[in-house]
């Protein structure tokens, strides 16, 4: 266990909403406990909307009253957020309704195949809207493999990259484990998060702050205390937190 949670861990699926994620409020709570066990201390929690499952008014009043039935048992200060996948239909909605909590960002996904166009447009579609897009995983996706150029393109823009804990760990294949490092060595990502989806595929951060502080050193921090997404004066870890003495 930490000494002290400092993690905020951007982009998970721990409530059940119908994707991927947690299956039940019970498996979503018992993954909240161990991630702030292993010092997580504020959880996003952010449910897929895809194009075969949009968020409508009834998945939304799902997903926010699974949201505070779990909130009260998480031992950690749970969030809501969306991650989107991007689509021509997105880009007709208010944009805010899917906002991180709290942050003024958005979680945006890149397509695991194919153009980057519709992506960027959502990312306009963001900024136009006052918020500012969060692109995760960019490190997996077969458009940024064949061409890393493209998180330059994105970083450059003022977005903010975030890669994955099991990439950084090499969970994905040497391809993602490779570019996840380039890309925080040279800056262009300022986040990484767990992208939990359940105990086989857990929220956890702690092994991939290790590697990371073992590398990058004093920088690790600030990877994954959440100053990337505004958060850092509510979250100033303890120096035995940064060390892990
Ligand atoms: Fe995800």
Not at 199 to 225: I, N, Q, W
Request: charged content about 25%; some cysteine; hydrophobic content about 40%.
């Amino acid at each position: 266990m930490r000494n002290s949670a400092f993690f905020v861990d951007c982009h998970s699926h721990v409530i059940p909403s119908g994707d991927d994620g947690a299956k039940s409020l019970r498996q979503g709570i018992e993954l909240c406990r161990e991630a702030a066990k292993r010092g997580t201390a504020i959880l996003f929690a952010t449910p897929h909307v895809w194009p075969h499952l949009p968020l409508t008014a009834e998945r939304e009043v799902a997903v926010r009253r699974a949201y505070d039935e779990m909130q009260p048992h998480a031992g950690l200060e749970l969030r809501l957020g969306f991650e989107l996948t991007p689509t021509s239909r997105l880009l007709r909605e208010d944009i805010s309704r899917y906002e991180l909590e709290g942050t003024g960002c958005v979680l945006v996904e890149v397509p695991f195949t194919g153009g980057i166009n519709v992506l960027l447009r959502m990312g306009e579609h963001i900024e136009a809207s006052g918020l500012r897009p969060v692109i995760a995983h960019p490190e997996r996706t077969e458009t940024v493999l064949d061409d890393p150029a493209i998180a330059e393109e994105l970083s450059a823009r003022g977005w903010l990259l975030q890669v994955n804990a099991t990439s950084v760990l090499g969970l994905h294949g040497p391809g993602p484990e490779e570019l996840a490092w380039r890309f925080l060595e040279t800056r262009q990502a300022s986040l990484v998060a767990s992208d939990g989806h359940r105990t086989t595929r857990p929220p956890y951060l702690d092994a991939a702050y290790d590697r990371v502080r073992e590398r990058l050193g004093e920088r690790a921090p600030g990877f994954f205390d959440g100053s990337a997404l505004g958060l850092s004066r509510q979250q100033t870890p303890s120096r035995a937190a940064l060390t892990g003495v």
